[in-house]
């Protein structure tokens, strides 16, 4: 079992359940996250005042998933997430983490059959 973690950006979230959707992977969590990585943040003008943004607004996925579906799973959203046909700076992360157990708190189901 692994947990597999994607930061991306928010206009692409729709695409990223679509493709999850379509390899059978329906079980995520969504959480709107900040950033700073390469991007570096942006600066805005409010009120002629001009502001340097270091947060970058991003979207955390939480995705629990048995061993075959790992490379599927990281397919889909590195796909679905990759801003034109290369990819800009800013795009996200796949972080996969080893998940040693998991429990299904209404069945107390464990393991594999908890996901």
Known sequence: MKYIIAIIQPSRLEAVKEALSEIEVFRLTITDAQGLGQQRGHTEIYRGHEYHVNLVPKVKLEIA???????????????????????????????????DE???IRTR???????
């Open 109 to 115: 189901e464990r393991g594999h059959d908890a996901i």
């Open 65 to 99: 998933v048995n061993d075959e579906f790992v490379e599927p799973t990281i397919e889909a959203v590195s796909n679905a997430a990759r801003t034109g046909e290369e990819g800009k700076i800013g795009d996200g992360k796949i972080f996969v983490l080893p998940l």
């Open 102 to 104: 998991v429990v299904r």
